[in-house]
């Protein structure tokens, strides 16, 4: 089993649609979990953290199940600028795991 | 954010040189810094991470001797690609972290596209 595993992708969504990624982790023991975005052939960058509690910024909001071992990332009233990767990553002690990322095409 | 810069961002090579790739942190000091690689419409997969002043420390499957890192300062980490091969062409990704716990924000260089002919 992956450490990291997220939804196999493509997601095509119409502009204005609601779209949700999931990723679950293995490692009981992960402290830091985080929600990156990567653009076609450009480095990663951080789109968010995610908290126990939960938190929104903007039209993106996280989540995070330590129980189930389970992140997601909601992304509502999508823009066609939203189109990209997003990795799901996950740190704990001195590593840091990236999952395989799910592709994002948001369609005019 | 914090910046971190790479060079070359492309290099096109031919089979059996080396290649050197420079990653450095511009406005922070970076304990720790990790190399990626990344094969198109794949994940990062981690190569090495090196703390400044360490050895660094390879990923299963990762050739030491292929992949040569040095992290001889707070702001420098080189990535050398000795007698490449076509297989090695990749994208390569550096990142930086001001230390060595994961709770601080690791900052991605913006890649080195290497291709080897």
């Known amino acids: 089993r992956k450490e990291v595993e997220q939804d196999p992708g493509p997601f095509n969504v119409p502009e204005g649609a609601t779209v949700a990624f999931n990723c679950t982790y293995s490692?009981?023991?992960?402290?830091?979990f985080f929600w990156y975005r990567q653009d076609c052939r450009k480095e990663p960058k951080l789109l968010m953290s995610v908290y126990s509690s939960g938190n929104e910024d903007g039209r993106f909001t996280a989540q995070l199940n330590r129980a189930s071992q389970y992140i997601s990332l909601l992304i509502r009233d999508s823009k066609l600028s939203d189109s990209a990767t997003y990795l799901c990553?996950?740190?704990?002690?001195?590593?840091?795991?990236f999952g395989a990322g799910t592709r994002l095409f948001v369609k005019a | 954010g914090a910046v971190v810069s790479q060079h070359p961002s492309r290099v096109i090579c031919k089979s059996g040189t080396s290649v050197k790739i420079e990653c450095r942190s511009l406005d922070f000091q970076a304990t720790t810094m990790f190399w990626y690689r990344q094969f198109p419409k794949q994940s990062l997969m981690l190569m090495a991470t090196?703390?400044?002043?360490?050895?660094?420390?390879?990923e299963q499957g990762v050739e030491k001797d292929k992949f040569l890192i040095n992290h001889a300062s707070l702001t420098l980490s080189t990535l050398t690609v000795t007698s490449a091969h076509p297989e090695d062409s990749s994208f390569y990704i550096c990142s930086a972290r001001r230390g060595r716990s994961s709770s601080y924000e690791q900052y991605f260089g913006p890649g080195t596209r290497l291709t080897v002919t």
């Open positions: 490692n009981s023991a992960s402290q830091s």
């Open positions: 990553v996950v740190q704990g002690g001195f590593k840091t795991i």
């Open positions: 090196s703390n400044e002043g360490s050895k660094a420390t390879y």
